[in-house]
C-alpha cells in the first residue's frame, strides 16, 4: 500500500467524533486531516474473550502479581496500578464497549474520505508491566489484534505501549526478571544470572564514587567509556538491555505477522519511545523495520516521559552517590542521556512539576523535541514512514510551527496531532 508524500493525523475519541462531526470536517478542510486515530470501543467475542489471562472474570491481586513483570527479588514491580488492571478484560484491553457504535464511527469517518486507525494498548499501564515473554498474554494480544485488524474494515493498527514501564519510573529498568523471561533470555541467547548480577554489580559501583567528584567530571564532560570504567561496567548490563530489546522485537514481529497474514491491506505500527533514552523501555530503532510498517516517534510527552525521567534520576542519583548535589546529578542525567547543552533547568523546582501543564513554556521544548526527532531519523530504518506524535495545544505556536518546519526538513512523513487548540479555533460547548 503505498505511502502518501504527508500524513495529517489526530487522536480521537469516540465522544468528540459524535458530539462534534463538524469539528472533523473543518480539520479535514482547514489543516488537512487525512487520517483519524480512535481507540477501540467495541466489543470482543467470546473466542477471543476465552483466551484473557484474566480467564473470564476480574482478576485478585495475587493473580496480577503473577502476571506483571517482577524484580530481581520476586515481587512485582508496582501494584499501585492494579486497580486499574482490573477494569480490563485482559492485559491492557477493554471490551464493554458498544460494537455497533464503533462500526458506526468507523464508517462516520470513512464517509467523509478519511483514514481510520484504531489504537489499543500492549504491555504497560504507566509504570506497571504486563511481562511480556508469557505465553498466554501473547496469545491473548495475537487474538486480540487479529480482531480488530479482520472485523471493522480499519486501515492500521497504531499499537501503544508496546515497551517496558517509561523511564521515569527507575525501578522499571529492573525488571522482568521472573521464570518466563529467565527462559526466554535463554532462547534468545543470554544469561539471566549473569545479567542479573552484573547489573547489581553496577548499582554497588554507584555508592562507590565520590558525588563530587563526579560533580566535577559532568561539569567536564564525560563518555561512554568513563561510565564503563567509573562503575566498572560488565557486560551482562548491555546484555540486560539488548535481552530486553530483543524480546520486545521478536514480539511485535508476531503480532505483525499474524496481521499480515489475515488482513493483507492493514497496516501495522506502533509509537516509538523518544529515540534518546528508548533502549531503556525496550525499543530499538534500528529494528523498528522487523516489527511495523511505521513508526511513530512520541515527543509529545515531554513532561511524563522525559522531564519526569529527569527529575526521578537525578534523585536515584543522589540517593545512591554520597555527596551527589542536586545540580550536578541533573547534569549528570542531561549528559547521560544525550539532552546536555539546550539550557534545561538546573533545579528540579524550576521545572515546576505541579504545573505539568505549562511545562513547555519554561524549557526549550523545541530543541528537546528536535534532538530526538534527528536521532529517530538517524536510527529508524531509511525507509520507514514516520509519523511524529506532536501536541497541537498546551504549547506556544512558534514552537509548533518550527517543529513541523523541522520534521519535514528531517524527512519523518507526516504528523499525528494530540489536540488542535494552536492550530484551529472551535467551541466544544456549543
Avoid at 501494584?79 to 488492571?85: K, L, N, S
Avoid at 511524563?304 to 550536578?328: G, K, M, Y
Amino acid at each position: 500500500m503505498a505511502e502518501q508524500s504527508w500524513r495529517t493525523g489526530i487522536y480521537l475519541t469516540a465522544d468528540v467524533i459524535q458530539q462534534h462531526p463538524n469539528y472533523v470536517l473543518r480539520l479535514r478542510d482547514e489543516i488537512g486531516l487525512d487520517t483519524v486515530v480512535i481507540p477501540f470501543t467495541g466489543e470482543l467475542p467470546a473466542d477471543v474473550l476465552s483466551l484473557s489471562p484474566y480467564g473470564g472474570r476480574t482478576p485478585t491481586d495475587a493473580e496480577l502479581d503473577q502476571l506483571v513483570s517482577r524484580h530481581f527479588d520476586g515481587r512485582p514491580i508496582d501494584p499501585r496500578e492494579y486497580e486499574q488492571a482490573k477494569r480490563f478484560c485482559g492485559p491492557a484491553v477493554n471490551a464493554d464497549g458498544d460494537d455497533a457504535a464503533f462500526r458506526a464511527i468507523v464508517k462516520q469517518l470513512k464517509d467523509a474520505g478519511l483514514k481510520v486507525w484504531t489504537y489499543g494498548g500492549a504491555y504497560t499501564i504507566r509504570r506497571l508491566t504486563f511481562c511480556p515473554s508469557q505465553q498466554g498474554t501473547q496469545d491473548w494480544f495475537e487474538a486480540v489484534y487479529t480482531h480488530w485488524a479482520t472485523q471493522y474494515g480499519l486501515d492500521a493498527l497504531d499499537i501503544t505501549h508496546t515497551r517496558y514501564s517509561m523511564g521515569s519510573f527507575p525501578l522499571g529498568l529492573f525488571g522482568c526478571t521472573c521464570a518466563s523471561c529467565a527462559a526466554a533470555a535463554t532462547d534468545l541467547g543470554y544469561d539471566m544470572e549473569k545479567m542479573v548480577a552484573d547489573l547489581q554489580s553496577a548499582r554497588q559501583g554507584l555508592g562507590e564514587l565520590d558525588g563530587a567528584r563526579l560533580g566535577d567530571v559532568a561539569r567536564l564532560g564525560f563518555g561512554f567509556f568513563d561510565v564503563v570504567q567509573a562503575l566498572g561496567l560488565k557486560s551482562g548490563v548491555l546484555d540486560w538491555v539488548r535481552f530486553r530489546t530483543d524480546l520486545i522485537t521478536r514480539n511485535l514481529s508476531r503480532f505483525r505477522s499474524i496481521v499480515h497474514e489475515v488482513a493483507t491491506d492493514v497496516s501495522f505500527g506502533t509509537d516509538t519511545y523518544p529515540a534518546s533514552m528508548s533502549l531503556t523501555a525496550g525499543h530499538d530503532h534500528r529494528r523498528w523495520g522487523e516489527m511495523a510498517d511505521f513508526a511513530s516517534p512520541l515527543v509529545s510527552h515531554i513532561s511524563a516521559f522525559v522531564c519526569n525521567t529527569f527529575i526521578e534520576w537525578a534523585r536515584f542519583l543522589q540517593e545512591e552517590i554520597p555527596n551527589l548535589t542536586e545540580e550536578d546529578a541533573l547534569q549528570v542525567v542531561y549528559r547521560f542521556n544525550g539532552y546536555d547543552g539546550m539550557g534545561l533547568p538546573e533545579t528540579i523546582d524550576a521545572y515546576g512539576a505541579e504545573e505539568a501543564g505549562t511545562l513547555a513554556y519554561r524549557i526549550p521544548t523545541a530543541d528537546l523535541v528536535l534532538r530526538d526527532l534527528v536521532k529517530a531519523k538517524l536510527y529508524l530504518p531509511p525507509d520507514m514512514p514516520s509519523y511524529p506524535i506532536l501536541h497541537g495545544e498546551g504549547w506556544p505556536r512558534e514552537t509548533i510551527d518550527h517543529i513541523v518546519s523541522e520534521a519535514r526538513r528531517l524527512g519523518h512523513n507526516g504528523i499525528i496531532w494530540q489536540g488542535t487548540d494552536e492550530l484551529m479555533e472551535y467551541d466544544f460547548t456549543a
